[in-house]
């Protein structure tokens, strides 16, 4: 079996090409979304939220996994509005112990936000819920800031 190392770096090649193809913003972070959701065992929802014009919102953008309503979210808000607002990466190995906590799914055990940059501006988040617990590591915060670095040009 592949380790996490070999497959993360497998995926980001894929990440680079599916950025490179001539295809729509949303087209690619949909394909994004996909990969990183069938491809990773322990990502169970993979989605991209688009900070709005106005600021201090996130909308939802592609997504792959459940449909979920939190579509419209507040700076502040859960643990992507507030990732959103500190513009930092939060992660959550058990949202039990969360107290600021959107719920998409009962099923959802943990989460990772990363913040997407552009120019020094945040654009939006990438968010991963998993239903297992405690899943994230440094090599997935690692894989997934570099995940936000490459789509960052085409936000
Ligand atoms: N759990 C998130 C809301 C978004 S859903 O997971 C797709 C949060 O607390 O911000």
């Known amino acids: 079996m592949e380790s996490k190392t070999q497959l993360f770096e497998e995926l980001t090649k894929n990440v680079n090409e599916i950025v490179e193809k001539p295809t729509k913003r949303d087209t690619k972070l949909e394909g994004i979304c996909t ?3 069938k491809e990773v065992p322990h990502y169970d929802w993979v989605g991209f939220y688009f900070v709005t014009d106005a600021g201090q919102e996130l ?3 592609p997504f792959a996994g459940a449909a979920t309503e939190h579509d419209r979210i507040e700076f502040g808000e859960g643990v992507c509005g507030r990732a959103a607002e500190g513009r930092k990466v939060i992660t959550v190995q058990d949202v039990t112990e969360a107290e600021n906590y959107l719920s ?6 943990a989460e990772i936000v990363i913040p997407v940059f552009k120019a020094g501006e ?7 819920d998993s239903h297992s617990l405690s ?3 440094k090599e997935d915060r690692r894989f997934l800031m570099e995940v936000c670095e490459i789509v960052s040009e085409v936000f």
């Open 59 to 61: 909308i939802l953008g």
């Open 35 to 37: 990969v990183l959701k």
């Open 122 to 128: 945040i654009k939006g988040v990438l968010d991963v």
């Open 135 to 137: 899943p994230f590591t």
């Open 104 to 109: 998409c799914s009962p099923a959802v055990q």
